[in-house]
């Protein structure tokens, strides 16, 4: 089990959970872009009933390119993206690695969504790459 605990920018909405990490990808899609701000989203994929939330993140509802239902929570105050839910994903939440306290546990084994990237950004050719999102 890991402890994970952090917070959005202006510190109104805190989580924390005691969980298992299932996975942690550098997601080139372009929603995680947008949505971001940034070049890529790096998303830590735990069990959605391990995490606490203190607060009330807004949530934004849209389709994937796959179809599926996701959600992206986010702090109404200062913007920062904390989770996101896909219905492909049954009780998983994935939560943004910015936000984390623990950023020595940041540790990406995958980059997905390659196909979309922005051509200028680095990739580690050390880790498992995906065209689209696998399985
Ligand atoms: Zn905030
Ligand atoms: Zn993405």
New binding site residues.
Partial sequence: MTKLTGKCLCGKITFSADTDIKLMAN???????A?TGAA??T?VFVAADSLKVSGTPKVFHHKADSGSDMEKHFCPDCGSQLF?KNSNRAGMVSLRAGVLDQTDLVKPTVN??LSSKIASTPVDSALKGFEK?PG
């Fill in positions: 997601c080139h899609c372009s929603d995680c872009r949505a890529y989203g998303l996101g997905v969504y999102m």
